[in-house]
């Protein structure tokens, strides 16, 4: 099992950056991607970020391509989410997943951004 902590959210206003944090625990073996997803009322979870097992890779939503910058640490088993150049249309809900190679992910509880107009 492996368990997901997101932390960093909060209230911004348009134009601020916020720093979400992911802390990996459990039998973390094994991750491989890590992505960063989020929820707004009324709409679909969609992926805004994924950052590779070694952290070379990395993919964007277009609609954040630009303002957020994934990454890992892995010796600490942390995976980040800098957000810049906020807007309201960033408020949501933002959740942290992690894939294993055999296929099973896992995902945190969440952490509310809100970005108000």
């Known amino acids: 099992q492996v368990q997901l902590v997101e932390s960093g959210g909060g209230l911004v206003q348009a134009g601020g950056s916020l720093r979400l944090s992911c802390a990996a625990s459990g039998i973390t073996i094994g991750i491989n991607v890590i992505g960063w997803h989020r929820q707004a009322p009324g709409k679909q979870r969609e992926l805004v970020a994924s950052i590779s097992s070694s952290g070379g890779i990395t993919s964007y939503a277009d609609s954040v391509r630009g303002r957020f910058t994934i990454s890992r640490d892995n010796a600490k088993n942390m995976v980040y989410l800098q957000m810049n150049s906020l807007k309201p249309e960033d408020t949501a809900v933002y959740y942290c997943?992690?894939?294993?190679?055999?296929?099973?992910?896992?995902w945190g509880q969440g952490t509310q951004v809100t970005v108000p107009s």
């Open positions: 997943n992690a894939v294993k190679l055999n296929g099973r992910d896992y």
